[in-house]
């Protein structure tokens, strides 16, 4: 990666070689810019760019970061023939510079090197932006090199509306928007700044079921291939069920899962306490969640195993569909609606595996009151958009399942990620979530707020009792046995 990643070499789908930082979004110049825009048709041929006004890239760290995945930049242009069709304000997406900083290096090495994540997100926007049930930023222009990892897209820039302002944690100033203006853009894991979270989030799901329904009729064959249609019978007799394992293998697994654990509860009672509730930091729901999730863990695989257990459960999915990852506006009758960007790691999965990239930054509070009518909307949304009919009760229950493992991952974050970008010894200063040391540090902020939200609401569900019934119950064909 060190060597490679300073190469300009040519892009997959143009060859054309192509800017991977914001110095060269600048120095290549105009006539990269219509040649570029040129081999992907999004600029008429006898239009052309005449100047690059200017490139701003956009913070990676503080209140306002754009994101993880990744550098961002504002991009303006100007073109010989003004064209409404025609964006002169762009955004552009790039890698991390390895060597920025050693967090950066860390971050470009994660990122560019797992499960081919920058790809998938270019081809979806190559291929799909004309299937997708809703808007998506307007393609210019992407790219990538395998060799380098080095990629770029450029899309439309986004007008977001106007942020009220924001007082110890909440929106002091309501601004009215006349329809189809879109809202202000809400940072990840900063739902205080969401104007109606429950509108947002049922409209992220609505988003999400029609999604994964249209893939069910066969709109994304061209892309994801055909759709494959099984029942749990025919799932049951393709993959071997009721697995027999040594009880050694459930000692470690167990034994893996509780050092896990550790870490994030050190981390609420010791580290920062300040930062979680007090039942989400109280040392005997801690010491059961411990003890519960220890006892569940080797059966996580059996769990996931379940959720794909017919083809009704999977579809094309978004792996992260956050309010930051989406832009939103109301109509005139104050109908919400959204577009959605940030397509990494886009595929076809089974969908329930995915709600929790979605959910993981809503508060406690919030989920406890609304996570019914949450799972309702996509029922009713998924089957009006072509989906099969899906019991919302059995949806909430998997998401629940799902939801364990969740917990005990969001605690390998603490070590993985929080210290990383803030050492633990110097975590006795902070006092406070508004510090600028956890919420102007992006990954702080975002596994810490994971952590705080898993903690808080653990104890407002039984989590174990709803896992002994489904392992004695509908889980009983899919769980593996532990003996010797």
Request: proline content about 5%; some cysteine; glycine content about 6%.
């Amino acid at each position: 990666m060190e060597e490679m990643c300073t190469q300009n070499l040519k892009g997959h789908w143009s060859e054309m070689t192509f800017p991977h930082n914001s110095q060269q979004l600048k120095e290549f110049g105009p006539q990269w810019y219509t040649d570029a825009f040129h081999r992907f048709g999004t600029l008429p041929e006898d239009n052309a760019v005449t100047k690059v006004v200017k490139v701003e890239q956009l913070p990676h760290s503080g209140f306002d970061a754009a994101g993880g995945a990744g550098h961002k930049a504002f991009v303006t242009v100007e073109y010989k023939n003004p064209d409404p069709e025609l964006h002169t304000e762009l955004f552009a997406k790039f890698p991390w510079d390895f060597f920025e900083s050693p967090q950066a290096a860390q971050y470009r090495m994660q990122i560019s090197t797992y499960s081919d994540a920058d790809s998938g997100e270019l081809q979806a926007y190559i291929f799909m932006e004309h299937l997708f049930p809703f808007r998506i930023p307007k393609l210019y222009y992407c790219d990538i090199n395998r060799k380098t990892t080095n990629y770029v897209i450029i899309t439309e820039r986004l007008a977001f509306g106007k942020r009220g302002k924001v007082k110890d944690g909440k929106i002091t100033e309501k601004i009215e928007r006349p329809p189809f203006t879109l809202w202000p853009v809400c940072g990840k894991y900063q739902d205080f700044l969401l104007e109606d979270p429950l509108a947002i989030y049922l409209t992220l799901f609505r988003a999400m079921a029609k999604l994964a329904a249209w893939d069910q009729l066969g709109h994304y064959n061209s892309f994801l291939g055909p759709m494959p249609k099984y029942d749990e019978e025919g799932y049951l007799a393709q993959f071997p069920m009721g697995r027999k394992q040594k009880a050694k293998r459930f000692e470690l697994l167990s034994s893996a899962c509780g050092t896990m654990i550790d870490q994030g509860i050190e981390f609420a009672t010791k580290v920062a306490p300040w930062a979680f509730t007090p039942q989400g930091k109280d040392p005997k729901m801690l010491e059961k969640m411990r003890r519960d999730i220890c006892e569940m863990a080797p059966h996580f695989d059996d769990i996931r195993t379940y959720t794909a257990n017919t083809s009704d459960w999977i579809g094309a999915m978004h792996m992260n569909l956050q309010a930051d990852n989406a832009f939103f506006w109301a109509d005139e009758d104050g109908q919400l609606d959204c577009g959605v960007f940030d397509w990494c790691g886009f595929a076809r999965v089974p969908f329930m595996n995915n709600f929790y990239g979605c959910l993981s930054g809503a508060e406690s509070d919030f989920m406890d009151q609304h996570e019914e009518a949450i799972m309702k909307m996509f029922c009713d949304e998924y089957e009006r958009y072509g989906g099969p009919h899906l019991d919302w009760e059995e949806v909430l229950r998997r998401n629940h399942l799902i939801f364990i493992s969740c917990a005990m991952d969001a605690c390998q974050w603490v070590e993985r990620d929080i210290y990383r970008e803030h050492p633990k010894a110097e975590w006795p200063k902070v006092k406070s979530k508004w510090d600028d040391a956890f919420m102007n540090k992006w990954n702080v902020r975002c596994r810490g707020t994971t952590l705080i939200n898993t903690f808080d609401f653990w104890p407002r569900r039984d989590f174990k009792e709803i896992f002994d019934t489904w392992k004695e119950g509908d889980g009983r064909r899919y769980v593996t046995r532990f003996e010797d």
